[in-house]
């Protein structure tokens, strides 16, 4: 069983609408993959199967060698998720929103201070740490997002469009990032339609009208191709 991420025979249907048609992938300890897919693809709904939001009927979901049917606590410890729409509490400080978060999750309380300071200055975030979020722009709440999905320290990090919104600065940062957390041994999952957040040497699932039609390696999957054009031709999707 992987220590990643695996994903084996989901199936998923929203009344007579299939949403999730057998869909089965890996992901690695340090590798990034990006989940490519058009708008209405079934990535969020495969995201809130992950996050048991929703439970599939049929197939297997393991987070971090922890099975989410059989031990869904001890699986979802492992994980952390940056949703597509935010979910911060705009009235609260930085750090209110981070100690919450930790409350959550069970941490020691005398050791959450030090998490805080030390998710906050992965993404140069501390000093902005006593700000009410409101007062923060776009791109600094999702590192803030990013931040407090890292806390815990978990094995998996999923990322459901995360730069939704964003300018095309933050998005290179917050994009940036999260490759170099892969580089450091993280298991990510990131879902786009966007296809300049994926690099080459990203491992690269193409999600369409609910099934994986495609995976790889980003740079050979898609040949001598832009992945723009390439991904057009699999899915007649604008990219």
Not at 3 to 11: A, D, K, P, R
Request: aromatic share 4%; proline share 4%; net charge negative.
């Amino acid at each position: 069983m992987t220590l990643g991420l695996s994903v084996q025979g989901i199936n998923f249907n929203y009344g007579a609408k299939t949403a999730l048609d057998d869909v089965s992938f890996t992901v690695a300890p340090g590798q990034f993959c990006a989940l490519l897919g058009p708008n209405g693809a079934g990535k969020s709904t495969l995201i809130s199967l992950l996050t048991r939001l929703l439970v599939a009927p049929e197939g297997d979901i393991s987070i971090a060698g922890h099975d989410l049917r059989a031990t869904p606590r001890r699986a979802l410890a492992q994980l952390g998720v940056v949703f597509q729409q935010p979910t911060l509490d705009l009235n609260l400080t930085v750090r209110q929103n981070m100690s919450y978060f930790a409350a959550l999750h069970g941490l020691p309380r005398a050791e959450v201070p030090g998490r805080i300071d030390q998710a906050l200055d992965r993404l140069d975030m501390r000093a902005r740490g006593d700000e009410k979020v409101h007062a923060l722009n776009g791109g600094h709440r999702r590192r803030m997002e990013l931040a407090r999905a890292l806390l815990h320290e978990p094995a998996v990090l999923l990322l459901d469009e995360p730069t939704v919104g964003l300018d095309a600065a933050a998005r290179q940062n917050i994009t940036e990032h999260v490759h170099d957390l892969a580089d450091q041994g993280l298991c990510v999952l990131w879902t786009t339609h966007l296809t300049d957040e994926v690099r080459d040497s990203d491992a690269l699932l193409v999600l369409h009208k609910g099934k994986i039609i495609n995976s790889g390696a980003t740079g050979e999957i898609r040949g001598e191709r832009p992945l723009s054009d390439w991904f057009l031709a699999q899915t007649g999707a604008a990219a």
